[in-house]
């Protein structure tokens, strides 16, 4: 028998040679509530959601994904990572854990935070998220936006051009549509997210995913007026996060190269830890009071209340 289980392995804790068995309590299903919104969060960004000390909650989070309990899971994905041996370890929703809410009446049927394929790409849009969450304490989620919305919808067509190039398509961003912030004056910015990993920034040709097709839609959208139409929204800011202030840079050139030099307001940069660093990711509450760089016009704050014009 193991004297200590590995980080791992999903063998159980024992006690007096027993394995320990947990019946979820109502701060356990807050948790599994957390991870129904975000598919991946590591355990240092959990920590703050809790409000117990982070001794008790790597404790219960390890028995919580262990036989026979099995409520959460450990992505494999995240051992191929750098120093993975001494990162916080990563945790997602199992199906018991989600059972758990149903049986509770608190699971709902949106769309986690982050895509399944593509993980690293998934924890940048988790944590981004995640922080700002952390940072307002006031967000406003799809579903409130989509029942002001006689026919809801997170995609967005767009009819893009560059030189004798065009191309039609439906537009989906990293958020799974829009979400917003509600500030103590009664207003609120809404925001679309685009987490920009490992895609190239420019291309000659509108086929390949790019930031210039992307930038190309969300000038569309903008220029239309399509996020009033379509999610009924007064202002919408498309935030971009990515791995290093030298991509940040290479975008902005970009904007100010397909706009004359003017800029644009609606998008804003920040540039945050990705899984290849050598140093872990910790939470950000600061992105919500830290600037955001834009192309062509000041910083943008997430903090103070709406600007007079939208872009």
Partial sequence: MKERNSRWDDEPRLKDGKPVIVTPCESDLKLFQLLLRYRYLPANFILPFTGFYYSYVKGRLDVLARQPNKFLHRPEKQRSQPNAGYRYLIYELASKGEQKLKDAGLWTPEPQLGDKKLFAHSLMVSETIASLELGCQSMIWWPEIAAR????????????????????????????????????????????????????VDCSNLRKTSFLKKFLAIKHIMDTGAYKRVWGLPNLVTLVVTSSQARIDTMKDLILRETNGKGVRYIAFYKIPVMEDLEASKPMPEMYTNGWQRAGHPDLYLNEPVETKSR
Avoid: C, W
């Fill in 149 to 200: 919305l006689p026919k809801p919808e997170r995609h967005i067509p767009v009819e893009i051009s560059h030189g004798k190039q065009t191309a039609a398509f439906d537009y989906y961003n990293d958020s799974n549509g829009p979400f917003g912030i509600r500030y103590s004056d009664g207003t609120a910015r809404f925001f679309s997210l685009e987490a920009e990993h490992t895609n190239q």
